[in-house]
């Protein structure tokens, strides 16, 4: 990635979950850390996001949940990434998700999970990491 270009992050809050506190603290982080940040607010469906995704051209993919239905979301996120062509994205969720689920995130393709409580920096530096 060339020095021009500035890391571009979707966040999400895919499914019936109201509680975006978390997703703006991330958001905000983000900016701060230089990257150019797209929130798509409150209960997006997957198909919403995986096409928001295409057609802003992000590198990266975040979605925040906090309703305990993480596994059923990825499942359908994953399905669709070929679909819209988002395979080459760099995949998180963060939220509230149990240890004993983050190995099956992964298994469905996630690249990175930020359960509640992990350090903004440590997803700051992950991303840059992987992205660039």
Same mark, same amino acid.
């Given at each position: ?6 890391? $571009?992050? %979707?966040?999400? =809050?895919?499914? %019936? ?6 997703? =703006? ?16 607010? %409150? ?10 995704? $295409? ?10 949940? %906090? ?8 499942? $359908? *996120? ?10 080459? =994205? ?35 530096? *992950? ?6």
């Amino acid at each position: 990635m060339n020095e021009s270009h500035r890391i $571009r992050v %979707l966040v999400a =809050k895919p499914g %019936l979950d109201g509680h975006d506190v978390g997703a =703006k603290v991330v958001v905000r982080a983000m900016m701060e850390a230089g990257f150019e940040v797209i929130y798509t607010g %409150l209960r997006k469906s997957v198909e919403e996001i995986a096409r928001i995704a $295409r057609d802003e051209d992000v590198d990266v993919i975040g979605l925040s949940v %906090l309703s305990g239905s993480h596994v059923p979301i990825c499942e $359908r *996120f994953g399905a669709l990434q070929k679909e819209y062509g988002l395979g080459d =994205k760099l995949w998180i969720v963060g939220g509230n998700i149990p240890q004993r689920d983050q190995e099956a995130l992964r298994t469905l393709g996630v690249d990175g999970v930020f359960a509640v409580g992990s350090e903004l920096d440590s997803l700051v530096g *992950f991303i840059r990491e992987k992205v660039s």
